[in-house]
């Protein structure tokens, strides 16, 4: 399988809307954490430059830094850490959706080089949930 990447906020790499086509998997560099449920990768395409990616986990949900609750702003702080303590200098992408906010970032299952999916890893250690598209507050669902 290979997913189409239209890139319209990396004029530096490629002219806006030009169209990247990448087979999966896709090994790509960790750059940094956002929050607890996304991150920026950075891949290489067939010209061999650098591209800058925000990919959010796919259906991994975790509380929000700019949350209602002081509650909610802790457990954003613990999942990104955790995030930040398991990725790795480099990940693999599969699973790779458009999603909501295409073509600025995009959804894809991240997993590290040993295969460990880092969505699932957030939901076993107790710092993510399912996704379900509903606006319920983290610290009423926990």
Known sequence: M??????VSAPVMLRAGSLL????????KFINVYDGDTLTVEIRHTANRAVPLPVRLLSIDTPEFRGQYIAEQHRARLAHNALIAHVGQMVILTDIQAGKYYPRRILARVHTV????????LLRFGHGRSYHRDSASWLLCS
């Open 2 to 7: 290979s997913f189409a990447l239209l890139l």
């Open 21 to 28: 086509t990448i087979p999966e998997p896709i090994p790509a």
């Open 114 to 121: 040993t295969g460990q999916d880092l969505g699932q890893l």
